[in-house]
């Protein structure tokens, strides 16, 4: 139980700084938004390429915007060396490492939230699909996004380069989440089947356990570096 | 204790014992290993040779009890500058689970003569403000050990009364008290032992009440020139 006090102290941290300044949600609304009006421009919102290239279009939107947030979640830590009083508190390392991965996700889940609706508005896009499935895709790929990021945000903020660095190291290894998402969501979009999107969710579902249960054994490693 | 950072060998055959209660300074040119030493103590870095003890248990015995021990006060603050000064204590007051947080603030925030600006953001604060915010975070917990790393650093002469009364309570206290300083006029007056640090090496052990000022600086100019 105090792990999880722990835990939650640290996201009440974290949000109540962010929410104070409002620096990472604005930067990331506004990033997301801007990227889906770029698209919107692009293609033609009322043509068949729509339904073939949203999916992909909003996962752009999703991670470019999500990379942002993550850039900042330690480099913020780094002002008045905040990261070495936590190392220092009597609290297992992997408590930072939870508690950063659910200000980041709920940062998206807000992000995601806005500019979703924006989506289906500028590209009269309407969701035929089932909305449930897609709300369990985007659920398991924003946590694997997240949770990914978060480790890699941990392991590049102590370079000086870090928000150059971070999606160079981070997209290689978030392949299959965005593939996964992405495959999935067109499958939604066309009305497929659940069994159709399984194997998808599966996969989602295996990376988002690797990369919670990772941290067990490395974080401590990650922030000594 | 030995402690080697990639090829370079930064902290040789460190033997140290502290008493508990006893309040020690460490002294020694930039580089000379005394941050490291620091960190080493404070388990923030495992030694790569020979054992620490901390309170008599070893530091990899169960580290997160030995931290709840340990106050550290740094020329960098640790404080969030978008929070408030409020906000910060009842943070780090959860984080070391300190009990009735709240009544302990208001204790610690007094302590300091913060009072009156516990609900200003630590942005807004002056250096000497958010030193002193510091000590009152390094404090919260009642640590039984403090760690001082070179806290002088920037402090203004109000903030300097306010951080050696604070060190004066705790040693009354009791309190074992590790500062690392380069102010040897504070270092002299305030401990019960001078150690001078060089190229991580511990070149010099004495009682600071057999020492004056002068000879201090003499001993410390001629063991840092020979280095």
């Known amino acids: 139980m105090r792990f999880l006090a722990k835990i939650a102290n640290i996201v009440w941290k974290d949000l109540v700084a962010e929410f104070r300044t409002k620096e990472m949600i604005s930067a990331m609304l506004i990033f997301s938004v801007l990227v889906i009006i770029v698209f919107a421009f692009a293609f033609d919102p009322v043509g068949e390429t729509v339904r073939a290239v949203s999916p992909g279009i909003i996962w752009v939107a999703f991670t470019f915007s999500g990379i942002l947030g993550l850039n900042r979640s330690f480099v913020n830590e780094k002002q008045n060396e905040t990261l070495l009083g936590l190392m220092l508190a009597p609290v297992d390392r992997t408590a930072i490492f939870f508690g950063k991965v659910i200000t980041n996700f709920i940062l998206m889940v807000i992000t995601e939230a806005i500019s979703l609706p924006v989506f289906f508005v500028l590209f009269d896009f309407r969701m035929e699909g089932s909305l449930l499935q897609l709300l369990l895709v985007i659920f398991l790929g924003t946590l694997g996004f997240v949770s990914i990021g978060t480790f890699l945000a941990a392991l590049s903020a102590n370079v000086r380069t870090s928000e150059i660095l971070l999606p160079i190291i981070l997209f290689p290894v978030l392949v299959p989440v965005i593939i996964g998402a992405v495959e999935s969501t067109a499958t939604i979009f066309n009305q497929g089947a659940f069994e159709q999107i399984v194997g998808w969710v599966k996969l989602l579902a295996v990376y988002d356990v690797i990369f919670l249960v990772v941290p067990f054994i490395l974080f401590d490693y990650v922030l000594e570096v | ?227």
């Open chain 2, 1 to 227: 204790m030995v402690k080697t950072i990639g090829s370079k060998t930064v902290l040789k055959d460190i033997n140290l014992h502290i008493e508990p209660g006893e309040f020690v300074s460490v002294l020694g040119p930039n580089g000379a290993g005394k941050t490291t030493l620091l960190k080493v103590l404070t388990l923030l870095t495992p030694p790569s040779e020979g054992q620490v003890y901390i309170a008599g248990q070893k530091i990899t015995g169960n580290p997160l009890a030995l931290r709840k021990k340990m106050g550290v006060i740094s020329h960098n603050t640790f404080l969030y500058g978008n929070l408030t000064a409020y906000e910060n204590l009842l943070f780090y007051g959860r984080m070391y689970d300190v009990p009735n947080v709240r009544q302990r603030i208001k204790e610690v925030i007094a302590e300091v003569g913060l009072q009156y600006s516990l609900n200003d953001p630590v942005r807004t604060f002056s250096r000497g403000m958010q030193q002193r915010l510091a000590i009152a975070r390094a404090i919260i917990h009642d640590p039984d050990i403090l760690f001082l790393d070179e806290p002088y650093t920037g402090l203004d002469q109000h903030a300097i009364g306010i951080l050696n009364q604070v060190l004066l309570n705790l040693t009354n206290q009791n309190r074992t008290i590790y500062m690392i300083t380069h102010n040897f006029e504070q270092g002299l007056h305030m401990s019960d032992r001078i150690i001078i640090l060089v190229s991580g090496r511990i070149v010099y052990e004495a009682s600071s009440k057999s020492l004056s000022l002068e000879e201090l600086q003499d001993i410390y100019l001629k063991l840092v020139g020979e280095s």
